[in-house]
């Protein structure tokens, strides 16, 4: 299997199953002098961590990170990047193959099982194997390196739509994103979304989800007019975490619906002599370079395929049967998705700042 890297300059490669002995990765590109520890990754990693609540996968996982190489301590005792590959580890502690025995010789609808035994004659039936969302965590732990590349710039997401029900963008409140488990940034639309969630998951069902990423003080001019767009990548980042199914910038797929006057982004100057933007319908991109409004950025999760409620299917023999998927699996896969966005984000930034860095030198 190839294409388990992504990025430019800023290279991500990451290795490892889900119910195998652990999964990593490997981080090449990262500018030397910059002080690094596993105290700087966790935290982020626990933002993602499985089992915290009824609404996530009871997956009993610590994710515990460490720091294989690319880091080295001096006389002082900082621990500084070395300009080399960054190895990160997690190991696998609470797998459960057992759970998937009945159903390893069927095809989970809305699963990878079928193409991927079409592309490869074999496949991992224990969680999904690599095309588990297991992966994601080493998405994370790149991501917080990243984001000590990014010096001044601030990434955050919030999970704006659970199933068919939105937020009310009126109570936005960034600091409500930590203090519930929907990574909601509106309190009542939380408590709404955990009455009907409860129901989901008691029927043996799942929901979708829509995540909004917003990246501020990001520099304009990162990102190249033609094939390297910024939100080219952005897009491509963001397709690429699994379970996505649609992505949008700034108004997205709204911006069809506009006259060109309610679309175009005013500018007027301000006493500085620098340009201010009126509004952010484009999401903080222009021709595929940052403008330095914030990148807003939102993608859609489909419902998790995991589900108890019995789907017709047929098994790897050609038969049609019936399939009841048992096992731990999170209701609404996008909750846990909000960490991942965030990590894609920074790791496309980190990526374009050293690109920009390159061609036209500064920051």
């Known amino acids: ?69 690319g880091v080295f301590a001096g006389d002082d005792g900082v621990r500084l990047t070395t300009g080399t590959p960054i190895a990160l580890q997690i190991e696998n502690v609470d797998q459960r193959s057992k759970d998937y025995g009945e159903i390893k010789d069927k095809f989970r609808p809305g699963h990878a099982d079928y193409t991927y035994l079409a592309k ?44 068919p029900h939105e937020i009310d963008r009126g109570n936005w409140d960034w600091d409500e994103v930590d203090r519930n488990p929907f990574f909601a940034p509106d309190a009542e639309a939380a408590a709404r979304w955990a009455d009907y969630l409860d129901g989901v998951r008691k029927a043996g069902s799942s929901a979708g989800a829509v995540i909004e990423i917003v990246a501020e003080g990001v520099p304009p001019g990162l990102g190249a007019p033609l094939y390297g767009k910024l939100d080219q990548d952005i897009a491509a980042a963001f397709m690429s975490i699994n379970a996505v199914k649609g992505v949008e910038i700034g108004a997205g797929f709204a911006a069809a619906a506009l006259s060109g006057e309610e679309n175009a982004d005013e500018m007027r100057m301000r006493p500085d002599g620098t340009p201010e933007f009126l509004s952010n319908k484009a999401g903080g991109v222009l021709g595929g370079l940052s403008t330095g409004q914030p990148i807003v950025a939102r993608f859609a999760v489909k419902p998790t395929s995991s589900i108890l409620k019995p789907r017709q299917t047929v098994d790897a023999t050609g038969q049609e049967t019936e399939i009841v998927t048992k096992g731990r699996h999170d209701p609404c896969v996008g909750i846990r998705a909000v960490p991942v966005g965030e990590a894609m984000m920074a790791l496309v930034l980190a990526d374009h700042l050293l690109r920009h860095r390159a061609q036209c030198g500064g920051t």
């Not at 990025?7 to 990262?30: K, M, N, Q, Y």
């Open 1 to 69: 299997m190839s294409h388990n890297t992504f990025g430019h300059l800023f290279r991500l490669t990451t290795w490892g199953e889900s119910h195998g002995p652990a999964i990593g990765c490997v981080i090449d590109g990262c500018p030397p002098g910059i002080p690094l520890t596993e105290e700087d990754i966790q935290p982020w990693l626990d933002r993602r961590r499985p089992g915290q609540s009824r609404y996530t996968t009871q997956r009993q996982e610590a994710d515990q990170v460490r720091i294989m190489s």
């Open 120 to 163: 490869y004659g074999i496949r991992d039936y224990r969680g999904g194997g690599r095309s588990s969302a297991r992966e994601t965590a080493m998405r994370v732990a790149a991501g917080a390196v990243a984001r000590k590349v990014l010096a001044g710039m601030t990434i955050r997401g919030a999970l704006v739509q659970l199933g």
